[in-house]
């Protein structure tokens, strides 16, 4: 079973930056797609990004482009996510997610496990 902590998450004002962390534990991480995802208040939960087992292959959802960057460390089982130029509408929950296929991991019914989640709150 793999277990997925995210943190990094926090209170930073417009134009500011936050790097979250996604851990695995209890399997390598380094078979696994890694998807951050977002929801915000009363919205639906929205892909942000995703990059692949080895790290070679990486999407990201229209609004992110240009200011989030997912990267991963496999030595430390650890997918991050670095938001930059942050706007009020990034508040949101951050989840990471985990699955097998590169493909789909923009789709959140392909996700076999989740986080709990780190809250990003943007506000001046």
């Known amino acids: 079973q793999l277990q997925l902590v995210e943190s990094g998450g926090g209170l930073v004002q417009p134009g500011g930056s936050l790097r979250l962390s996604c851990v695995g534990s209890?399997?390598?991480?380094?078979?696994?797609?890694i998807t951050w995802f977002r929801q915000a208040p009363g919205k639906e939960r929205e892909a942000v990004s995703c990059?692949?087992?080895?790290?070679?292959?990486?999407n990201y959802a229209d609004s992110t482009k240009g200011r989030f960057t997912i990267s991963r460390d496999n030595a430390k089982n650890t997918v991050y996510l670095q938001l930059n130029d942050l706007k009020p509408d990034d508040t949101a929950a951050y989840y990471c997610?985990?699955?097998?296929?590169?493909?789909?991991?923009?789709?959140?019914?392909?996700?076999?496990?989740w986080g709990k989640g780190t809250l990003v709150t943007v506000s001046p």
């Open positions: 997610a985990a699955s097998g296929l590169f493909r789909d991991c923009m789709r959140a019914n392909s996700m076999d496990y």
């Open positions: 209890g399997r390598t991480l380094d078979t696994y797609t």
């Open positions: 990059i692949s087992g080895r790290g070679g292959s990486t």
